[in-house]
């Protein structure tokens, strides 16, 4: 039975309060490895859909990615609920156990997962899959989860080749595409918009996504970081001149100054963390896109400091294109899939994010940024690099009949603990477990005095104890080393470490 809603609450608050996460596609790319930082620093409750990858599990794919979080930011971070599937699949490709918990748990979806390849060798082929078949299957579940409120990500490019001023509001201009990439996003899109089933739909559209404005950082090496890589492996080949100055001779067939739209991942993110956190901004489509455009010459003159090069004339579009020397022909073979954007881009006009996200300027890339993404593609051997496999001493989703046995002690001698007010025959705490091997579960005590334990942390309101994973770790050795502990007795000892260890909220 449907619980009514009280005058005062909107349907968003009511959903959140009985139904806390937020439920996201796409974590482990580039993008969403940003968002999840983005929204577990705020502490806000995700789940996350994630494939399995050839050697990691789901699981410990993200928790890769929040051990290197945990070492950029020098903070323990909650865990996401991690959910095995594929959007490629009916309900999501979710067992049905999980698409239980989703029913129970989330209010709304994010879908950002996508496929960038730009041509597909049929709609049965990617990037249309995942791009357009992914969406409708995302849509059909959310249906069946009576999941109310979907935000999107899109792209910019759903305008296809404009050479006018592209409105947020507007999507089918009767207008052509350069690749199936855009056409898959932009029937995507007008999926998603005749979607009829939500109480709010958001809809997010990024221009093109760089690196980390301060770190460089990135996990994907197209678009521009497929023009340093291609400038990183070909210039050292060069022959210098008397300067030591790498020779790159090639006319490029543009005059070097045409805008270009690029925003860092970091900022796009922050952008869609905080538009989802304020409902006043829903219903809305969004134009991610900078303020300040790049063009090619900035990032030639940045290339040419960084590697100790020059070479490289800006022509002009009508000049015939010269490909003559060997450089030439191997920079614009290699980059021949982003020919198409070379001479123009749109003009975005931008209302909604200066009105919604206006007081979060997105950075200017300068050189010293174009510099950061270089420094991080070679670090990072243009991807290459393996990321860190996660490490936990303990891995708390493999143990919970252990952990259940551990809280049961613990709320049983902590007195000062008050969990008044989670219901009146059974006492629900949930356990926020922050960092390596973390998660969130709510512990649940029957009339009986029995425990259980499941995943995902209770409805916003009801109490919540938090802890670091290495202080529950040496807690449970300590506490298992008592044996059957009673109050009173050697427990004493541990009561004041564990509430200096413990966070009590109801957040
Ligand atoms: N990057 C840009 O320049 C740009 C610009 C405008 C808009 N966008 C949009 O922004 C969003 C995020 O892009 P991104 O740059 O972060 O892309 P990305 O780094 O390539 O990440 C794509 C994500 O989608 C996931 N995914 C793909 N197919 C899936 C499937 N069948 N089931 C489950 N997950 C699947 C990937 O999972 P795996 O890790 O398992 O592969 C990955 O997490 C996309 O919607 C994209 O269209 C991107």
Redesign the pocket.
């Known amino acids: 039975m449907k619980s009514k809603i009280p005058q005062t609450q909107s349907l968003l608050t009511h959903a959140k309060l009985r139904r806390p996460y937020l439920l996201l596609?796409?974590?482990?790319?580039?993008?969403?490895q940003y968002l999840l930082k983005d929204f577990l620093v705020q502490n806000q409750r995700i789940a996350v859909?994630?494939?399995p990858?050839k050697k990691l599990s789901a699981v410990k794919?993200i928790e890769a990615i929040m051990q290197r979080w945990e070492h950029h930011l020098g903070r323990c971070l909650p865990r996401p609920v991690v959910l095995c599937?594929?959007?490629?699949q009916a309900g999501l490709?979710l067992s049905d156990v999980d698409q239980r918990w989703v029913l129970e748990y989330c209010y709304g979806i994010l879908h950002?997962?996508?496929?960038?390849q730009f041509e597909g060798q049929s709609k049965l082929h990617e990037p249309w899959f995942?791009?357009l078949g992914?969406t409708e299957n995302v849509l059909n579940a959310a249906k069946d989860w009576d999941i109310r409120h979907l935000h999107y990500?899109?792209?910019?490019?759903v305008c296809g080749k404009s050479d006018r001023v592209v409105q947020e509001s507007e999507l089918d201009v009767g207008q052509s595409f350069r690749n199936d990439y855009e056409r898959s996003?932009f029937q995507a899109e007008k999926l998603v918009s005749q979607a009829d089933h939500f109480d709010s739909k958001t809809i997010y559209?990024?221009?093109?996504?760089v690196g980390d404005s301060e770190t460089g950082f990135t996990?994907?090496y197209?678009?521009m970081f497929l023009y340093l890589r291609i400038f990183a492996t070909l210039v050292p080949a060069q022959q210098t001149d008397l300067n030591g100055i790498h020779q790159t001779p090639i006319q490029m067939p543009i005059n070097g100054d045409e805008p270009r739209n690029l925003v860092p991942v970091d900022w796009v993110s922050s952008v869609i963390c905080h538009l989802v956190s304020t409902e006043a901004a829903h219903n809305r489509t969004y134009h991610l896109v900078p303020d300040e455009c790049s063009t090619a010459r900035q990032f030639i003159d940045a290339c040419c400091e960084y590697f100790h090069s020059g070479g490289v004339e800006f022509v002009g579009e009508d000049h015939p294109l010269d490909a003559k020397s060997k450089f030439a022909q191997l920079f614009l073979d290699s980059a021949r899939v982003y020919e198409e954007y070379l001479t123009s881009d749109p003009i975005f006009d931008k209302s909604n994010v200066e009105k919604f996200a206006g007081h979060l300027h997105c950075p200017p890339i300068d050189a010293a940024m174009i510099k950061r993404f270089i420094k991080f593609g070679e670090e990072n051997r243009w991807g290459k690099k393996r990321m860190a496999a996660p490490e936990a001493s303990v891995w708390f989703d493999q143990q919970l009949d252990r952990l259940s046995a551990i809280t049961t002690s613990i709320f049983a001698n902590l007195p000062n603990v008050d969990l008044t007010g989670s219901g009146e025959d059974r006492v629900e705490v949930g356990l926020n477990v922050l960092g390596q091997g973390g998660g969130q579960w709510t512990l649940t005590q029957n009339e009986r005095g029995e425990f259980s334990c499941r995943v995902g942390l209770p409805a916003v309101g009801q109490p919540t104890l938090q802890i670091e994973s290495s202080r529950l770790a040496s807690l449970m050795d300590e506490i298992e080393q008592l044996g059957q502990v009673t109050a009173g007795q050697p427990w004493d000892l541990l009561t004041e470490k564990i509430e200096a260890a413990i966070t009590l909220s109801r957040a």
């Open positions: 596609t796409g974590g482990t790319g580039l993008v969403g859909i994630v494939r990858g794919r599937g594929n959007i490629n490709g950002n997962a996508a496929v960038l995942t791009n992914g990500v899109s792209t910019s490019y996003k559209r990024p221009a093109v996504i996990s994907t197209h678009g």
